[in-house]
């Protein structure tokens, strides 16, 4: 760990939460409709009838998933070290609480949750085992639900390998979204931003992030279907942010949330168009927006506008989870 990686790492968690307040009154919003009248500014109310710098459900199980790799740790002379593998009862735990009581919220009220996330929830608040809650169905398990917390794990397993890092991302991600495409997406994501982190450029963080999944489709030897590797192959050409923005789809579903977040990150030069850009391509704004938002609050980290930060709703509760956080 080092103070460099820290506040890397500690702006991307800022980035990540405006990025999801910003776009949180314009879910749903069609693209033509943003293009005639664009977002240009942190507001509120809209879609969910939320203040300025509500954040929503993205930011509730990020910080979720950042709280529980803070508390089964503990630092060495060097290492952050895990008492055990990644427990996937204590953290959905952590996400019942969000989902029941309203902890780990901007205002006590949870406004947002996807449907594949409260089922799972649901069955695991009845009793079912956590390993049995998630979504295994393709049509309905491929929605990024889980795809919006996975963001901390990069930061606490830095030292270690891919695998490893593929491992922890799908037991998170699985507590909910038992499908391989989600797995994959999960580990893309976390590998670019694993390689922002290092300090890489961004074409170095898309090369390496597409060599890590090369990686891990050539060791899980057909556990990966043809269809969700069919899926991934824009990502894996280095031309990807070329691609037009109306080739580009901006839904909930889990590739074009990801694809969404990382080709506005790589055709834009600082923070606010990153983010900008990304709300304003219209449907799941708020995680497109906080997905975006951790990569460019990383990769420009003195560049989040503070009129924007200091509207953020709960600061308290966040900044007293980031105390937390080793580095
Ligand atoms: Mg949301």
């Known amino acids: 760990m080092s103070n460099n990686h820290f506040s890397k790492f500690e702006s991307a968690v800022w980035g990540f939460i405006i990025g999801d307040a910003m776009g949180v009154p314009f879910e ?3 693209r033509e409709e943003l293009s005639k009248y664009p977002v240009t500014d942190m507001v509120g109310f809209g879609t969910h009838f939320q203040p300025v710098g509500t954040w ?3 930011t509730s199980m990020m910080l979720c998933a950042l709280e529980y790799l803070c508390e089964e740790g503990e630092q060495t002379k060097d290492y952050w070290v895990f008492k055990s593998l990644l427990q996937q009862k204590k953290l959905a735990t952590k996400f ?3 989902y029941k009581n309203g902890a780990y919220t901007a205002s006590g009220e949870v406004f947002d949750i996807g449907i594949t996330t409260q089922t799972a929830l649901e069955a695991f608040s009845k009793g079912v085992k956590v390993s049995e809650c998630g979504e295994r169905n393709v049509s309905v398990g491929c929605g990024n639900g889980a795809l919006m917390r996975t963001l901390p794990i990069a930061y ?3 030292e270690d390998k891919v695998s490893l890092r593929n491992l922890i991302g799908t037991r998170v991600g699985k507590i909910t979204h038992r499908t391989i495409l989600t797995s994959v997406c999960i580990s893309f994501y976390n590998e670019f931003f694993f390689s922002l982190l290092n300090g890489d450029t961004k074409l170095d963080a898309l090369k390496h992030a597409q ?6 489709i050539r060791h899980t030897d057909g556990l990966i279907d043809d269809e969700s590797i069919k899926l991934l192959t824009r990502m894996m050409q280095m031309n990807f942010g070329l691609l037009k923005s109306d080739e ?3 839904g909930g579903y889990v590739i074009e949330t990801l694809e969404a977040a990382i080709w506005s990150f790589l055709n834009t030069n600082s923070f606010s168009e990153a983010v900008l850009l990304a709300i304003n391509l219209g449907g799941d704004t708020d995680t497109i927006g906080a997905l ?17 930060k200091n509207k953020i709703q709960n600061k308290v509760l966040i900044e007293s989870i980031l105390a937390k956080v080793p580095r």
Do not use: E, H, V
Not at 211 to 216: L, R
Not at 296 to 306: E, H, K, L, S, W
């Open 248 to 250: 580009i789809k901006s």
């Open 28 to 30: 749903f919003s069609m």
């Open 292 to 308: 975006t938002g951790g990569l460019a609050g990383c990769y420009y980290q003195n560049d989040i506008p503070d009129k924007w």
């Open 156 to 158: 606490f397993f830095r």
């Open 96 to 98: 019942l609480n969000w």
């Open 211 to 216: 060599s890590a999944i090369a990686y891990i």
């Open 56 to 58: 929503s459900d993205d």
